[in-house]
């Protein structure tokens, strides 16, 4: 316990030169370390890009934000259905996770043949391969909200090319609509 005590009590050890390992660290005195504790200055974040106005934003007095007033008032912004959302997220899932899978298969079917010397792969097929199924895997997930219906009563069909092709159309004249 003395030890720590006498260890902590010394001024930190003082190297006139640099390290030859760590050429670009600074030489610091016992006196500066004293320095360092108080800040010079303090820093004041500058932003200046679109939303960051420096004012708070404007409050409309007398509207009530319960869960029942939602529905009364003139809100845009609708609740997704449960049922709807569970359809969403299996069918976003789905379109992500198959061509990803598929992508890593063939990562590893070119792998094999290569290692087995039964064909030299050319590498722009694995790159080729690799940038179609990722690319349509995140496209998966766009398409697996869209080509899902919105409606909680009907399912719809396995792909949904009828139901995206219905919710592209209606998703862009509500984006018509609120601009």
């Excluded at 902590?8 to 390290?19: A, D, M, N």
Aim: glycine share 6%; with cysteine.
């Amino acid at each position: 316990m003395k030890t720590l005590i006498t260890c902590s009590s010394e001024p930190f050890l003082y190297l006139s030169k640099p390290s030859p390992w760590k050429p670009k660290s600074p030489n610091l005195h016992p006196t500066t370390m004293l320095n360092l504790k108080q800040p010079t200055s303090i820093l004041k974040p500058h932003a200046s890009g679109k939303g960051f106005t420096g004012t708070a934003p404007a409050t409309i007095k007398g509207t009530n934000t319960s869960k029942n007033s939602n529905k009364t008032s003139n809100n845009d912004d609708e609740e997704i259905p449960q049922v709807v959302f569970n359809r969403i997220a299996v069918r976003v899932l789905a379109f992500v996770v198959v061509p990803m899978a598929l992508g890593l298969a063939f990562l590893h079917i070119f792998g094999v043949i290569k290692e087995q010397h039964l064909w030299n792969v050319p590498l722009w097929l694995p790159l080729l391969t690799t940038f179609l199924t990722f690319g349509a895997s995140t496209m998966g997930i766009a398409y697996g909200a869209l080509s899902t219906s919105w409606d909680e009563e009907r399912k719809g069909s396995i792909l949904g090319f009828e139901e995206a092709q219905k919710n592209w159309v209606e998703m862009w004249r509500e984006e018509d609509m609120g601009a």
